[in-house]
């Protein structure tokens, strides 16, 4: 495998992609109604009873918004503006907040990698140890017990598990829980997000982890390390590193979908100043910088997981041609 050719290769595939994405939201943004500039004018058309008065008013806003915001150039202009800026990594500052994209970014990115990071270990783990031991023990109850918590788990939305641990009452008060989370922050801005995140994610790691694993459980190379009077754990390793290729494959790429969903529900249920609540937020703003920022942002990520799986293919399986 050559690893220049596969670099090259993905980062050829992402700068296409980035085009295209950039391309789409940039046009969505900018042949759609502005709903930003809609509510403000609405506001002051209600300020103002006089009509002649509160055209003038319009008027005035508006050539201002759009001056602020340069959409007062053609959009030819714009477009190859925003693309050289995204291009050079020159995001510019947040239309809302006035702060500096690529640093907002970084700081909302590292909030969500704080509670996604440990769901993926969780998740990932306890996925593979329940599907392995599912299939290593076929029949059992206690294997099928363990996939069918896990099926379970994946199928509560995360949104109303969150929504029934906010509404929960204690003692004779009608509070909610607020006051219990300013004494246990680290339950609610940590641990919660981290235990429903990877609760979307266990499912599915169960399901491929017993699949794959039974294909490998009745093989004649599994029997005859059995034969050998190999212990439970050592027949588990064989089955793990023969299943682990396709293992990988749903662990860079079909998370991804999962995870994106996840993040933003969980981060606007729990108030996570992280990335996917910043994106609604642009959206709800019209925040473009922010919004094209984050999405190279997530471009990035995407081909460096690819990057990764690719890489992991040869290391699990140098016989695996990835180029």
């Given amino acids: 495998m050559n690893v220049l050719r596969i670099l090259a290769k993905r980062v050829a595939m992402g700068v296409v992609v980035a085009w295209t994405v ?21 506001l002051l058309r209600f300020a103002h009873r006089d009509g002649a008065q509160a055209e003038a008013a319009v008027e005035e806003m508006t050539q201002q918004y759009l001056a602020s915001r340069g959409l007062d150039r053609p959009i030819a202009e714009q477009y190859v503006d925003w693309m050289g800026n995204m291009a050079t990594l020159d995001w510019g500052y947040s239309l809302s907040t006035g702060e500096a994209v690529a640093p907002l970014l970084l700081r909302a990115t590292g909030r969500t990698l704080a509670y996604v990071l440990p769901a993926l270990v ?48 204690w003692g004779d008060h009608i509070d909610r829980i607020d006051p219990v989370i300013a004494y246990s922050p680290l339950l609610y801005e940590q641990l919660l997000p981290v235990v429903l995140t990877a609760t979307v994610l266990l499912g599915g790691y169960v399901s491929y982890a017993r699949a794959h694993s039974l294909e490998y459980v009745p093989a004649t190379f599994i029997t005859l390390v059995e034969a050998k ?11 793990v590193r023969n299943a682990a290729i396709p293992f990988f494959s749903m662990l860079f790429t079909e998370a991804v979908g999962l995870l994106v969903l996840a993040v933003f529900v969980i981060e606007v249920l729990f108030g996570i100043e992280g990335f996917g609540l910043l994106l609604l ?25 690819n990057i990764v799986q690719d890489v992991s293919y040869a290391v699990l399986d140098p016989k695996v041609n990835a180029v």
């Fill in 229 to 239: 009077g190999a212990t439970r754990v050592r027949v588990a390793k064989h089955v």
């Fill in 22 to 42: 950039l391309t789409t939201v940039f046009l969505l943004f900018s042949l759609t109604d502005d709903w930003v500039l809609d509510g403000q004018e609405g």
């Fill in 122 to 169: 969780v998740a990932f783990g306890a996925g593979l140890s329940i599907g392995l031991y599912a299939a290593m023990n076929r029949g059992s109850w206690t294997g099928r017990f363990g996939v069918g918590i896990a099926y379970l788990l994946f199928a509560v939305p995360g949104f109303w598990v969150g929504g029934m641990v906010f509404s929960l009452q």
């Fill in 281 to 305: 937020e642009a959206v709800n703003a019209r925040d473009v910088p922010v919004l094209l920022g984050g999405t190279v942002f997530v471009i990035v990520f995407g081909v460096l997981g």
